[in-house]
């Protein structure tokens, strides 16, 4: 069994870190991706599909409530509306003028239960 020393790991990460294209000093500074950071570093371009996919299915659903608000203007456009003043004196004007309507109606005619009596 071979036993590594410190300064052999050292010179093989550096050969490593060479192979792969990264220089000494970021070997160091341990930019040697360990066998943890590697698996990750594969699921990294999965895991960005899956985000771009999640911001366009977000996009579209912001542009389907858009069309959406749309509509329902174009559809309440033609829909006329008075203004909150005149609701409010066509209101009063009903609150003062039903009972008096009321009082001026002709009383019921009696039913044939009211005769009996």
Do not use: H
């Not at 500074?29 to 299915?57: F, H, I, N, V």
């Not at 409530?65 to 409010?88: D, N």
Request: glycine share 6%; no cysteine.
């Amino acid at each position: 069994m071979k036993v590594q020393t410190i300064g052999s790991a050292r010179r093989v990460g550096i050969q490593k870190g060479k192979e792969k294209g990264i220089n000494e000093e970021e070997v160091n500074r341990g930019a040697l991706p360990s066998s943890e950071s590697r698996s990750s570093s594969l699921l990294r371009p999965q895991k960005e599909r899956e985000r771009e996919r999640e911001r366009e299915r977000e996009r579209e659903r912001e542009r389907e409530r858009e069309r959406e608000r749309e509509r329902y203007s174009e559809e309440m456009g033609g829909i006329p509306r008075a203004s909150f003043g005149l609701v409010a004196v066509m209101v009063l004007a009903l609150a003062i003028l039903a009972p008096a309507a009321q009082a001026q109606a002709p009383a019921p005619a009696p039913t044939s239960d009211d005769l009996k009596d």
